[in-house]
C-alpha cells in the first residue's frame, strides 16, 4: 500500500490530503488506461481500412465482405 504522506513528486514532498493524492492517482491510471484503449481503437482501425483496400485492390468488381471481428472473409 502506498502512504500518501512519504510521496515525493520532483523532489518535494507532496503536501496534499490521503483523499485528494488517491484521487489524483486514480483519475491518472484511468486517463492511462484510456489512452491506451483509444491507441487499440485507432490501430485496429488502420489495420481494418489496410485490409480492406488490400481485399477491394485484388477484387475490383465484387469486394469480399468481411466478419469484422475476426476479419475472415465470407464467401457469397
Given at each position: 500500500m ?30 492511462v488506461?484510456?489512452?491506451?484503449s483509444?491507441s ?9 481500412r ?27
Open positions: 502506498i502512504d500518501p504522506q512519504e510521496l515525493y513528486l520532483f523532489g518535494q514532498p507532496v503536501h496534499f490530503g490521503p483523499l485528494a493524492t488517491y484521487s489524483i492517482g486514480f483519475l491518472g491510471f484511468w486517463l488506461c484510456a489512452a491506451s483509444l487499440t481503437i485507432f490501430s485496429s482501425a488502420r489495420f481494418r489496410a485490409q480492406s483496400a488490400a481485399l477491394m485492390s485484388t477484387k475490383a468488381k465484387r469486394p469480399a465482405r468481411a466478419v469484422l471481428l475476426f476479419m475472415v472473409p465470407v464467401q457469397r
